[in-house]
């Protein structure tokens, strides 16, 4: 498990994060939402181990993070930030291929042509990385993380995915998240920062709602995105619908436009 405990986060003395607590269990995608600057990706830096923390505990696999070495950290958790910028004029295929060194394994030919293949971006490995579209990058970093915990292991692991589908298509944002339902079944908890509520709502085992640095709810999608607890967390109308015939849950903010609508013909 991925545990952190009373995590508390300033920087120059303004709480970013307050006493936040958070479980990661192997097998659940769970989703951190909330407003922008509510906190997500200064909590996610502060799971992924990229910011030390002062106040708080973060323990992987029972281990604490600042006792587990930069190698072996590489080997329990892989982490695609939110932007990931190149000072060299990589091929995407490189850029894959990173992940390979991050986990220490051997060249693997047909692993990373497996994963490029499963984020759509084998056809994109001889162009330069840097005049890919804002989706194809997001891919390939994708394809890079996958690429670093794609062999099965007999210890739980995490991936870590700050906004990875901001710049895709809606076909290509169910496509990444099918995968994500893949990946977790090999014993691995994922935490993905999402802005989409009907994805997070669709695809998440667990949902962490995020306010001005402060957990307001956390827990099993059903309990956690209600109407009122979305409203009150983004202070916006919101309206959660079950899908018909299906089990899945559509969730819609209100136009502003619609309110007003609805004021004329009260
Ligand atoms: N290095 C920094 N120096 C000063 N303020 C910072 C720094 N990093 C983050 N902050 C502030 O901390 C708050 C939380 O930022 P964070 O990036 O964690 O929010 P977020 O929830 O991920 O937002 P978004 O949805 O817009 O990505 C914001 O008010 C931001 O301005």
Known sequence: MLQ?????????????ID???VSLHPGELTVILGPNGAGKSTLFKVLAGEVPC??????????????????????????????????FPFLALEVVELGLLACGGSY??????????ETQTW?????????????EKQRVQLARVLTQIWDKKSFPRYLLLDEPTSSMDIALQHHVLRIIHKIKKRNIGVLAILHDLSLAANYADKVILL?????LHQGPVKEVMT?????????HPIQVFSGSEDSSVIIQSIPFIQNHLEIKLA
């Open 211 to 215: 306010k001005k640095g402060r957990i």
């Open 19 to 21: 006493k936040a607590s």
């Open 123 to 135: 056809h994109l490995k001889d162009k330069l990385y840097g005049n890919l579209s804002g989706g």
């Open 227 to 235: 109407a009122s607890n979305l409203e009150e967390v983004f202070e």
């Open 108 to 117: 693997r030919q047909e692993l990373v042509e497996e994963v490029m293949t």
């Open 4 to 16: 952190a405990n009373d995590i508390h986060f300033c920087i120059r003395n303004m709480p970013i």
């Open 54 to 87: 002062k106040y708080g505990k973060v323990a992987y696999n029972g281990s604490p993070i600042n006792g587990i070495s930069a190698k072996n950290l590489a080997l329990v958790r892989a982490v695609m930030p939110q932007h990931s910028s190149l000072s």
